[in-house]
């Protein structure tokens, strides 16, 4: 599964870089330091849209990958 989804966040803690974004037809994607498209820290807020690709699964739960904030 690698198509490109647009979502909004749920919930991101900057200092620990992982979160949680809602997506249509998806059940719980989670987000992480690493899974933004370009590096550098990013201060998301709830309700913020994103742009992302899924990455399969990890522990029953969907993975983002190349996370754009919009």
Request: aromatic share 8%.
């Amino acid at each position: 599964m690698n198509n490109q989804y647009t979502g909004h966040v749920k919930w991101y803690c900057q200092n620990n870089g992982i979160g949680c974004i809602d997506i249509d037809g998806v059940s719980k994607v989670y987000i992480n330091h690493m899974s933004f498209n370009e590096p550098g820290r990013y201060q998301l807020k709830p309700g913020q849209e994103v742009r992302l690709h899924l990455s399969g699964q990890h522990h029953g739960t969907h993975l983002a990958t190349h996370v754009i904030p919009l």
